[in-house]
């Protein structure tokens, strides 16, 4: 953002990107899975749910879990018995058959993980993390914190038009004196507690406080933006 009447003095930068898909430990399964954050589970009220929110980059890796354990339930239901002994012998009709069910279960994992990652591209929620910085610390006038609003609200618009679900969250790493702003009706952004802090946020924070300690800079909260 730059002040037109100022020979277009730079005032603030911003961006905003896509960490990767939100997701939760599954508190119904071992603790290293994980689900996504709209599954039936969590009664699609997961933007409420008081657990930190981890960031997966790719779909795949939630989406292989679910879809292998959908296959190992059919393939214990699969009626075709597993050859033995000589009815093991690659010409035996036994072995054929077992060849057969296993190809069609390799083609149809295949295709599911497909649509399921054509699905989570368009409907699962992700995570996106907004830079928001000054360029100079001196007192602000009130023409300066209008044209910060402005970005602000600019850089929000056009994370609305990239984002495909609506449940997606936007999080910001902003010093204390940029808190005023963010905290606005109009943007609606909260303080997120330590303990729910995305981990993928949760330690550049911590890495940015300790610097600023440090350094005797100002220090870092994470906010929210509240649903609108």
Not at 118 to 132: G, L
Request: glycine fraction near 2%.
């Amino acid at each position: 953002a730059e002040d037109s009447k100022d020979n277009n003095r730079l005032i603030a930068w911003a961006k905003i990107q896509s960490l990767g898909y939100a997701v939760i430990p599954d508190a119904t399964s071992t603790a290293s899975h994980l689900v996504f954050e709209d599954d039936d589970n969590y009664n699609n009220n997961y933007y409420n749910t008081l657990q930190r929110r981890e960031v997966v980059s790719s779909a795949s890796d939630v989406i292989e879990s679910d879809v292998n354990e959908q296959l190992w339930e059919e393939f214990e239901d699969d009626p075709t018995p597993i050859p033995n002994g000589l009815a093991s012998l690659p010409w035996t009709s036994e072995y054929r058959a077992a060849s057969k069910s296993a190809a069609q279960r390799r083609e149809r994992r295949d295709k599911l993980m497909e649509r399921e990652e054509q699905f989570a591209k368009r409907n699962r929620p992700r995570i996106w993390e907004m830079s928001f910085e000054r360029i100079h610390d001196q007192e602000r006038t009130q023409y300066e914190i209008d044209i910060e609003s402005k970005l602000l609200q600019k850089v929000l618009e056009e994370q609305a038009k990239l984002q495909y679900n609506d449940n997606d969250e936007v999080y910001v790493l902003t010093p204390l004196s940029l808190v005023p702003l963010f905290v606005q009706e109009q943007f609606g952004f909260i303080e997120v507690r330590r303990e729910l802090t995305p981990s993928a946020l949760s330690l550049k924070l911590m890495y940015r406080n300790m610097s600023a300690k440090l350094f005797r800079r100002e220090e870092s909260l994470c906010l929210k933006r509240r649903r609108q």
